[in-house]
């Protein structure tokens, strides 16, 4: 099997290893399901898997290790979940990488956290698909009322 489809199942969790015996994977559809958390090993032995969709979700949480055995990634979607600081710059450890997207996520404004992402998705504009849809929210819910833009010259006050 080189394409799967399980978009729009009501997946609400992936256990580790799930795809195991898939190895040939090239393509899996994961979005517009209810995933709230990547833990690190779901994908593992998926070495030939060259996309991989999971936006619109409800992910808030990918472990440190959950993409670094996707050797042969290529595109990953991940707009339109709840991430806040899951560190993107991670994904450069995939090397064949050429198409990201990360946009409609709730990303934290935290000074530190805000200057990493914001240098990183400046660094990697030609792979960062939706840019301009990738905003930091203030305040402590998915849709807080106020948002800004990632500015890459801006610096940080002793107050974030």
């Not at 992936?14 to 994977?25: A, C, E, K, S, V």
């Not at 935290?110 to 930091?136: G, I, T």
Request: proline residues 2%; glycine residues 6%.
């Amino acid at each position: 099997m080189r394409v799967l489809y399980v978009n729009g199942s009501g997946i609400e969790s992936i256990q580790n290893r799930t795809f195991n015996g898939l190895n040939n994977l090239q393509i899996l559809h994961l979005e517009d399901n209810r995933i709230r958390e990547l833990k690190g090993f779901e994908f593992e032995r998926l070495s030939h898997l060259r996309e991989l969709y999971l936006q619109n979700n409800l992910i808030g949480f990918i472990g440190n290790l959950t993409f670094l055995p996707l050797r042969s990634l290529e595109i990953l979607r991940l707009s339109g979940n709840r991430l806040v600081t899951f560190p993107v710059w991670q994904v450069t450890l995939n090397a064949r990488l050429v198409e990201l997207s990360l946009g409609s996520n709730p990303w934290s404004c935290r000074c530190k956290f805000l200057q990493e992402l914001s240098s990183w998705v400046s660094d990697n504009a030609h792979k960062v698909v939706d840019a301009s849809d990738v905003w930091c929210y203030y305040g402590g819910d998915a849709r807080p009322a106020y948002r800004r833009r990632l500015n890459v010259n801006e610096t940080c006050s002793s107050s974030s």
